[in-house]
């Protein structure tokens, strides 16, 4: 049995709870998950749980979210480490070797309420804009990489930001199941770093 976390501050425990939530959904998944097992890992009694979050799905978009927003806030130390956009997008191809990683779990998640979106409209709606965000902001690297020359100016920065979406999905399922290693993975980078930059 988990021991009771410590008293907390509302803000704080949102954050724990949060927290608890992705690594059992990526531990585990969306479905199979219960709040009642979020509650007792995080210490909190389930009623503690829907004080913050009115149903898992709350739970699941804001764990969604909190992803999202370290996984950007990575991706721009890397953009501004880089030396250009396509050194970029190869450190964050290459930026997420641990299942701990936030661009793991953000392909996790996504897999995992992809099942659920075709029975839950606003899930369904919040996955379609959330996805569409990463989209843009990948999309406005790639367009960003051809300003410099550092990537084909022939290619479509659109379909290029969807590819590299399909690739982190691809990436998870892989080693979730076993499909792919290392070596698989770092060719297929490289396949697609070239073919950026013409």
Known sequence: MTAAAPRMAAADRRQHLIE?????????SYHGTTTAE???????SEPIL???FASKRDLYLAALEHV???????????ID??????????????????????????AELWVQALGEASEDADLKRHLRRHMREVHDFV????????????????????????IMLAGGIL????????????EELQAI???RLSWLRG
């Open 20 to 28: 608890t939530a992705i690594r059992l959904f990526t531990d585990g």
């Open 38 to 44: 979020i509650a007792r890992a995080a210490g909190v």
């Open 50 to 52: 829907y004080r913050h």
């Open 68 to 78: 999202w927003a370290r996984t950007r806030e990575e991706w721009e130390r890397k």
């Open 81 to 106: 480490e880089a030396t250009d956009a396509c050194s970029a997008v190869e450190a964050i191809g290459k930026g997420h070797v641990s299942v701990r990683s936030p661009k793991l779990q953000l």
């Open 139 to 162: 999309a406005d690297l790639v367009r960003r990489g051809q300003q410099q020359g550092a990537i084909a100016a022939g290619r479509d920065a659109d379909s290029e930001a969807w």
């Open 171 to 182: 990436g998870m399922v892989g080693r979730r199941v076993g499909l792919l290693d290392d």
């Open 189 to 191: 980078r490289a396949a």
